[in-house]
């Protein structure tokens, strides 16, 4: 537990709770750093923990699988190898308080990595998380995935706790986060954390699960299954229903009318 940066590049076998504190505390595990037999990270406001397999070894485990990660306005970053494949299987993560999170993955491009995650849970109350992709766009076909074993429920298509900003190539923006099974049967950690747009909500794995759900960048359509990403200025011209709308540099002129999300 502590303050100020610090590098582990070896292996780590004390046990306990590890605590990184708020505003500028930071762990990062590189080479061969590992840290198998903590039970419990608690990532404070500000705080990151980085797991590094770009700078020496690619580890397939540096962190226990059944490890609970809990994030308490902080930041997870994943940094993958350059080339080849890299691979971590973590527990539980957990979001602790009314604040927003981020869990960040690196990957270069062409290299492949799958983060693999047990489980997310603590989503309520005004918990959120952004996921981050870097060097490659995050998503369910890219080199650049998220995988969950217990996935997180969709509402009306999409992780209403979540947004993903993918800021390979051309920063996007804030995007809709869904998840989506690519091949032809469920099986564990092929829950992939998966950009919901107009193409994507009509892909295999995601249409038609949880319900009818539709994707639009207006409120032409108005309906509580509807999710809308707003880029630009949009008017409402009446009464108008929605499961969610995301400001993507977006505004909403009401002018007298009513707009209710679900």
Do not use: C
Request: proline content about 2%; hydrophobic content about 35%.
């Amino acid at each position: 537990r502590g303050y100020g940066s610090m590098t582990l590049s070896g292996v780590n076998t004390y046990s306990g709770s590890t605590e990184i504190e708020t505003n500028g505390g930071k762990i990062i595990l590189t080479d061969q750093g590992t840290i198998l037999n903590t039970s419990t990270f608690l990532i404070r406001e500000n705080a990151e923990f980085i797991v590094d397999n770009r700078s020496g070894a690619n580890l397939e485990q540096r962190l226990g699988d059944l490890n609970t990660i809990n994030l308490q306005g902080g930041q997870l970053t994943l940094i993958a190898a350059t080339s080849g494949n890299t691979r971590e299987t973590i527990g539980n993560i957990g979001l602790v308080d009314n604040r927003t999170n981020s869990i960040r993955s690196i990957v270069a491009p062409g290299a492949d990595a799958e983060w693999r995650i047990s489980s997310m849970s603590g989503a309520a109350n005004g918990r959120f998380v952004r996921f981050i992709g870097e060097g490659t766009e995050l998503g369910a076909a890219t080199g650049n995935r998220i995988a969950f074993t217990t996935a997180p429920a969709l509402t009306d298509g999409i992780i209403n706790f979540a947004v993903i900003e993918n800021r390979a190539g051309l920063d996007q923006g804030f995007q809709f986060a869904s998840r989506r099974d690519p091949s032809a049967g469920l099986k564990p950690f092929n829950n992939l954390l998966e950009v919901y747009t107009a193409t994507t909500a009509a892909l295999t794995g995601l249409a038609g699960i949880e319900g009818t759900h539709s994707f639009g960048t207006d409120f032409s359509v108005s309906s509580n299954t509807r999710n809308v990403r707003l880029t630009g200025s949009q008017s409402l011209t009446g009464a108008t229903l929605a499961n969610a709308v995301l400001l993507a540099n977006g505004g909403i002129v009401i002018g007298g009318n009513t707009l209710n999300i679900d």
